[in-house]
């Protein structure tokens, strides 16, 4: 069982994407970092519903803040407080997080670039970039190490650098231009932490 803790995390199989095979704990192999990062996405998104679960941010590291927010989750839902996701942690994580997703209203989501935007690269100027500033500006107040631009419209050395800095959590390339999947990852962090304290709603 130690071997598959520590190499095996979540997997896909014929009924669930993401359906672990193994033990997940702060043990887990670094080339499950995806795997990790899955289960991460999941107990945010529960915690933007439950505020006694810990925010953690899906750096795919099983590090302290996630075994904090494993241990809590399985707290409150009635299961052996280990700190490891085996398969009943696992399957109660995925049916509490689609619950959250069914309650959220549609058309909730921050969205602020789609395919029809063109990547905005450092030096430019571009009208969005008051909105995208004023976002990381914003998270930049909630978590710690964040770079805090100025709402200038221009994609100036401050902007780029906080660019950057979500980009290296989100696992994408850290060059510093806004694109799609910058703008989506943008957007799902400044749901969890900027409107976390409007949703007093818990699970």
Not at 28 to 57: C, F, H, W
Not at 67 to 84: C, N, S
Not at 103 to 115: A, K, M, Q
């Amino acid at each position: 069982m130690d071997d598959i803790r520590t190499t095996r995390g979540l997997t896909k199989d014929e009924e669930s994407v993401n359906r672990p095979v193994g033990p997940v704990s702060p043990r887990t192999s670094g080339r499950d970092i995806g795997d990790v990062r899955s289960l991460q996405r999941k107990l945010r998104n529960i915690a933007s519903y439950n505020e006694e679960i810990p925010m953690i941010i899906d750096d795919g590291i099983f590090g302290d803040s996630t075994e904090e927010a494993v241990l809590k989750f399985q707290e409150l839902f009635g299961l052996d407080r280990t700190g490891i996701v085996n398969f009943d942690t696992w399957n109660k994580i995925v049916e509490v997080s689609d619950e959250v997703d069914n309650r959220r209203e549609p058309g909730n989501e921050v969205l602020i670039f789609n395919e029809g935007n063109k990547n905005i690269n450092p030096g430019d100027k571009d009208i969005q970039l008051y909105v995208i500033q004023a976002m990381m500006k914003a998270l930049a107040e909630l978590i710690d190490n964040f770079v805090s631009p100025e709402v200038t419209g221009i994609h100036d050395k401050n902007s780029v650098a906080a660019v950057k800095a979500i980009q290296l959590i989100a696992g994408l390339d850290d060059n510093g231009i806004i694109d799609v999947d910058f703008s989506d990852q943008l957007g799902e962090l400044y749901e969890v932490y900027v409107t976390r304290e409007r949703v007093k709603n818990s699970i």
